[in-house]
């Protein structure tokens, strides 16, 4: 999970997911097209987010293409933000299962 | 060809042959799959059903099964009338030993045109792959509400495609 943080934890790196969120399956060339950065650059920031498991790949044909992984994401939000929302959802699904029988 | 739609990948601390169990096994697919058993034999051709409380939300015919490195199959969602009417989408899993890991990388694509299954299934797999790995790792799946689980099948219905 640290490795998550520390490449959630660049501007560069987050637009490179932001654009890969807009759309998936991009090549290298697609992904440094429009952006001020270099080739190089975005490469080095890529491998960081591959590492991650926030950037998955896939060869297709002769190009290899990226998409944006949500699947740590979904982990941190599993782990801090769950916990908090599960008794609100509890308490409403109580709430309307105590509601629909005393209508019934 | 087109690419591919979705490409999620999960490194999980397990074997390859213990992946693939819990991938294929109902009463195990049950305590991570929001409530799903996929029941198959799991041979090519064969039907696979994902059934929750009895009813089948999804059909699917196993295309390709080679244990425990690579399967796919076809994926019809018949809970929504529109969706039932749509062409059948493709899931690929393939598990990589990597050292004390595996990585499991999933694969869905080949989606109608302007496919109703598709934000339902963006909504879906992260969920599904979390657990996967929470459950294998620590013998827990994360908690799953009848709330989360209805708002999947309605992810379309939000327009929240993107």
Redesign the interface.
Known sequence: MDEVFKALADASRRALLDRLHARSGQTLSELCDGLDMSRQAVTKHLAILEAADLVATIRHGREKLHYLNPVPIHQIGERWIRKFERDRLVALNDLKRRLEKRDA | ?R?????????IETTPEALWRALTDPAFTKKYWMNCELVSDWKVGSPMTMKRDGEVKNECEILESDPPRRMAYSWRSIHDPDMKKEKPSRVTYLLEQQGNVVKL?V?HENFADDSKTLPSIAFG???V??NL??IIETGRP??V????VVSTETAHQRGSA?
């Open positions: 060809m690419k591919p739609e979705f490409v999620y990948v999960t490194y990388t694969t797999w992260p969920m792959l979390s790995k929470s994360m908690p509400e009848a709330a989360v993107a």
